[in-house]
């Protein structure tokens, strides 16, 4: 008679080398994940869609090939959630929007099958903010996603599922997009790791557009070094996007646990914003002590123009929006709006949109419209542009030489991940300014095209409840391997101290 089933770690990594070595199997980690799905996703509505029956196959595939004998991938038997803008091939891909509640994509993002290849499991779609317009979960047509660590809060967005399935434990690993912040963000809300690459590191096919260029894929997991396994796994150039970089990855797991030697850490003197919530305020002090105690050398930078990050983001990514978005027009595919025997075709249009769109998407659009519109472009979109660019010359600046070896200025910028803790469900949802102001601290990076990671701070209490508050690493582009080494001295230096 055979004993219990052995205890599923809760790191990929500790998964996948079980897996490979037979101590796991594939099926039994899948069947477990799917349990936690079934058992907390009614409270925490972090999933759109379960993956019950695909998720046991493609697990029972990873296990077979073990026992033939045949070497399985680094991710062997991983359960993994993706974020429910990308395409797979089975399921739905809704975007969190009524316009795509029913769609089926006839084929899998390039990142989600480097992740099938290296025996991940798709277990599920997360929820998340329609279209990724959004910085709470809650503009979803599905409703919104609560936050683990208090139900009555948000999780932040717009990957609000895939950072909720990975704080609650469902899942050590999953996927989400940042425009703006949307893996970050709401990494920092619920006390995970979350990772923005490089732009251009990761492939951008089969992802849903939302703002072209600043659209980037990237992962969740509970450690830097889950985080480093699974990007990766899905970096990489892609000849089906032609704005995938062409250059090598390295392996950002073979020295992840080599502390970077005289490390200088910048901190933005802007990041002592006096809006900031007092757990902000403690949890930068503490990472900045923890970096100090790792031998870490803190020096102050300007980034003269981040105030100005805000207005350039929504005025770059609502343009964006608007041409990436027309394509939604009832006809096609996507919600389509019963006409009345006298509408005609512009009818169709407008009804379908008006119906298909919520209220955040709908905004976004009208804006990014506007800012394009004759005679409004160069007010608004081409100086939005201009600002851009400065942005990207502070951080140019941060990280520089300034030496003949080369050394830059700084190794990575420490700054917090957003101004506040988890607000309450419902508490921004009529003030849209208040709710941009949450990405104060991210929307520069993606408008600079540079990596960054989200890691947990020190949690603060807020009514009785401890919260976690989240810290943010960025580096220079296309140094992930860097950053996620300098996340790695962080991340143990604050374990040490807790």
């Keep these: 008679m ?3 089933a052995p205890a599923v770690p809760v790191s990929a990594a500790a998964i996948a080398e079980g897996v490979r070595s037979g101590a796991l199997s594939a099926v039994d980690v899948t069947r477990r994940a799917l349990d936690a799905i079934d058992a907390q996703n009614p409270a925490l509505n972090a999933f759109i869609d379960i993956f019950h029956d695909e998720a046991i196959a493609q697990a029972r595939v990873v296990d077979h090939v073990r026992a033939s004998g045949r070497e399985v ?12 803008n990308m395409c797979l091939s089975w399921g739905r891909t809704t975007c969190g ?7 089926r994509s006839p084929y899998t993002l390039t990142a989600g099958q480097k992740l099938i290849d290296a025996g991940a499991i798709i277990v599920g779609k997360t929820n998340m903010d329609e279209f990724a317009m959004g910085s709470s979960g809650e503009s979803s047509f599905f409703g919104p996603t609560k936050n683990p660590h208090d139900h009555t809060r948000v999780p932040g967005g717009s990957s609000a599922g895939s950072a909720a399935s990975v704080a609650a434990g469902i899942v050590p690993v999953a996927l989400g997009s940042d425009t703006g912040g949307s893996i970050r963000q709401p990494a920092g809300l619920c006390g995970v790791v979350g990772m923005k690459p490089t732009y251009g590191r990761v492939s951008r096919y089969g992802l849903v557009a939302y703002a072209s260029s600043l659209d980037q894929i990237g992962p969740f997991a509970r450690t830097v070094e889950d985080c480093a396994l699974a990007l990766e796994t899905i970096s990489g150039v892609d000849p089906n996007d032609g704005t995938s970089a062409d250059m090598p990855v390295p392996s950002l797991l073979a020295a992840l646990n080599t502390p970077i030697d005289r490390a200088v850490i910048g901190v933005p003197k802007q990041a002592h914003d006096p ?4 757990g902000v305020v403690n949890a930068l002090g503490d990472a900045i002590d923890a970096f100090v105690k790792a031998g870490a050398r803190i020096v102050e930078v300007d980034l003269a123009h981040v105030a100005h990050g805000i207005a350039a983001y929504y ?8 041409s990436n978005l027309a394509r939604f027009d009832g006809i096609r595919y996507g919600h389509r709006a019963t006409l009345a025997p006298t509408d ?3 009818d169709l249009y407008c009804k379908s949109r008006s119906e298909g769109f919520g209220p955040e998407v709908q905004r976004r659009i009208m804006l990014g419209t506007f800012a394009l519109s004759a005679g409004y472009a160069d007010a608004y979109y081409n100086t939005a542009l201009k600002v851009r660019r400065r942005i990207k010359e502070d951080y140019d600046r941060a990280f520089a030489p300034n030496d003949r070896m080369g050394t830059p200025a700084c190794h990575a910028i420490l700054m917090p991940s957003s101004p506040s803790p988890a607000f ?15 990405d104060v601290y991210t929307v520069t990076v993606n408008l600079a095209g540079l990596p960054a990671i989200t890691l947990p701070g020190t949690p603060t209490m807020v009514e009785g409840v401890s919260l976690p508050v989240g810290v943010q690493l960025i580096g220079q582009a296309f ?3 860097r950053l996620l080494r300098i996340a790695r001295m962080l991340e143990g230096a604050m374990s040490q101290e807790r």
């Design 424 to 438: 309450k469900l419902g508490e921004k949802a009529s003030d849209p300014l208040a709710m941009y102001l949450e």
């Design 275 to 278: 809006h900031n919530h007092p």
């Design 315 to 322: 005025l770059v990514a609502t343009a964006e929006a608007s």
């Design 2 to 4: 055979s004993g219990p």
């Design 479 to 481: 140094d992930e391997a």
């Design 73 to 84: 991938g680094p991710l062997a038997g991983v359960p993994i959630a993706l974020k429910d």
């Design 97 to 103: 929007s009524r316009m795509l509640a029913a769609y």
């Design 344 to 346: 005609e075709l512009l």
